[in-house]
């Protein structure tokens, strides 16, 4: 069996890593992907995202990595992928979840939504933790692979220095 994994990895987090890996084992293959939201401004563009993901699971059997855009289930059908796996940290996740899980059945009755639970470690984990701790200059280093420091480092230095000259 076949497995998605969709989400914003905004970027990836050493949480999104832990599924990838134990969904790795779980299934013969796990497609990692990103969705294309117009609604939103991503701090990473997709090819960063991207880019980023693909380093980090270079070294896992079955992952294959892309993007997408519109319905979650069409491209779940089109990637010919069973399920849809979801990551659950806190209560607070699982309404939001539970309510996306039964409108992708009623849309899809084929693909199901399978939920892991984090990793106890890294259940406070969250994209938008990550940026905020940078932003300010706070080390990172624990929560997201090398690779995505290395771009957050980058981000927000740039991002200070352009502040600095226009202010
Ligand atoms: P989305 O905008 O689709 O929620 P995210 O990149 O924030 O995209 O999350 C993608 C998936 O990864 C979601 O199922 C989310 O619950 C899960 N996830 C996020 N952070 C963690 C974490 N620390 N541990 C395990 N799963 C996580």
Not at 32 to 54: D, G, M
Not at 112 to 117: I, R, S, W
Request: aromatic share 8%.
């Amino acid at each position: 069996m076949r497995a998605l994994y969709p989400g914003s990895f905004d970027p990836l987090t050493l949480g999104h890593l832990d599924l990838i890996e134990r969904a790795s084992s779980l299934f013969e293959g796990v497609v990692v992907a990103v969705l294309r939201n117009p609604l939103k401004t991503p701090a990473f563009s997709l090819e960063q995202r991207l880019h980023q993901i693909r380093q980090a699971t270079g070294h896992l059997q079955g992952v294959e990595v892309g993007s997408f855009e519109g319905l979650t289930v069409s491209f779940a059908q089109q990637q010919r992928t069973e399920v849809i796996l979801r990551g659950l940290r806190a209560m607070s996740d699982f309404e939001y979840e539970l309510q996306i899980a039964h409108t992708n059945k009623s849309l899809a009755p084929d693909v199901e939504t399978l939920f892991l639970a984090t990793a106890v470690h890294h259940s406070f984990l969250s994209s938008s933790v990550v940026r905020e701790v940078a932003r300010f200059g706070g080390d990172v280093s624990h929560l997201v692979p090398t690779g995505v420091a290395d771009d957050l480092t980058r981000l927000f230095n740039r991002m200070n220095s352009s502040q600095n000259r226009n202010g």
